[in-house]
């Protein structure tokens, strides 16, 4: 029989993220693979021209069929195998 956490992880999808100038509002990247799947990296071919930007926001839409307590994201960004940013959220 699955554990409550087993049952979570099966019922949680990540639907979209995307990646703005946060001063534009433009969306400079979109991906809808499912990234949530803890075991396996993720890979995303950002444009370059988002280093150029001031600020940048991250839109993330999840869903889950089963209800969530404490739940926290983490973010990791990763460069040539090293670890540049990590956010949690």
Do not use: T, Y
């Not at 803890?38 to 021209?49: C, I, L």
């Not at 930007?53 to 839409?61: D, G, K, L, M, Q």
Request: aromatic fraction near 10%; charge should be positive.
């Amino acid at each position: 029989m699955p554990s409550k956490a087993e049952d979570i992880l099966q019922g949680f999808k990540l639907n979209w993220m995307n990646l703005r100038d946060a001063d534009s509002g433009k969306v400079l990247w979109q991906g809808s693979e499912d990234l949530s799947k803890p075991d396996v990296e993720h890979e995303a071919r950002v444009p370059k021209k988002i280093l150029r930007c001031r600020a940048v926001s991250r839109e993330i839409n999840f869903s889950s069929i089963e209800p969530m307590e404490k739940f926290r994201l983490e973010q990791r960004v990763l460069f040539k195998g090293r670890c540049l940013e990590e956010w949690f959220f």
